[in-house]
């Protein structure tokens, strides 16, 4: 079974650009989350979708961030503009849903995002 | 003040020995605590989890949780050059399982042949 798979695997990208990245979450998953770790610091939740809905987002640092996830499968997280502070590794994590499920989070490799 | 704090380490031991990781929190709402291994260019996967207070072993690998102490660890027996990673503690306040989890910056341990 495929795991969780992110794409870029890294995106250099200057000030002001914008960025999007993307997620596919583990076939049959119906939760999908969006974390960031910046240099040095820890791993930051953003977001959470229940299916194509947003259930948490109370991570998301600023209105520069806009996450979809159409049709409640892939998930995109766009950036713009960027800033410098962007940059990090964004990472996506999936877990299965239902009730009396412990929903594990099964995590993807991550996005590493260098704004210049 | 971060909700979570782990020391950074490097922490750098030989093969075979026993390794201590700790994390302490602030937030008495965590119901979940778990410990995850990451690995250089891969996301974190999880290694072991406790619900509430208590000790959890599997395998080389024990976790305990004391809940009023706010202080959770991560014990490895016999380790081997392949535990050479970054360990992430990581806790939810979410009473039905992993929900937005809270981590710790990680602790990078490297063991020796």
């Known amino acids: 079974e495929a795991g969780v798979t992110q794409f870029p695997s890294h995106s250099v990208i200057e000030k002001g650009q914008t960025v999007t990245l993307r997620c596919d979450p583990i076939s049959g998953h119906d939760n999908l989350y969006w974390y960031r770790r910046v240099m040095g610091k820890e791993i930051k939740f953003l977001l959470h979708f229940v299916k194509e809905s947003k259930q948490d987002e109370s991570g998301m640092p600023n209105n520069r961030f806009l996450a979809e996830r159409t049709g409640g499968t892939y998930s995109t997280l766009k950036v713009q503009p960027a800033e410098l502070e962007d940059s990090g590794v964004y990472f996506c994590?999936?877990?299965?849903?239902?009730?009396?499920?412990?929903?594990?989070?099964?995590f993807g490799p991550g996005t590493r995002l260098t704004v210049l | 003040q971060k909700e979570v704090e782990q020391d950074p380490g490097p922490l750098s031991v030989p093969e075979g020995a026993i390794v201590s990781l700790n994390c302490t929190y602030s937030?008495?709402?965590?119901?979940?605590f778990m410990w995850y291994r990451q690995y250089s260019r891969k996301g974190p996967e999880l290694l072991m989890y406790?619900?509430?207070?208590g000790n959890k072993e599997d395998g080389r690998f024990t976790a305990q949780v004391d809940k009023s102490s706010k202080y959770i660890s991560l014990f490895i027996r016999d380790s081997q050059p392949s535990d050479s990673a970054t360990y992430l503690c990581?806790?939810?306040?979410?009473?039905?399982?992993?929900?937005?989890?809270?981590f710790g910056t990680g602790t990078r341990l490297l063991v020796s042949p």
């Open positions: 990581a806790m939810s306040a979410s009473s039905t399982g992993f929900q937005k989890l809270v």
């Open positions: 994590a999936s877990s299965q849903g239902g009730g009396g499920a412990l929903n594990e989070q099964f």
């Open positions: 937030n008495s709402a965590f119901q979940y």
């Open positions: 406790t619900y509430s207070s």
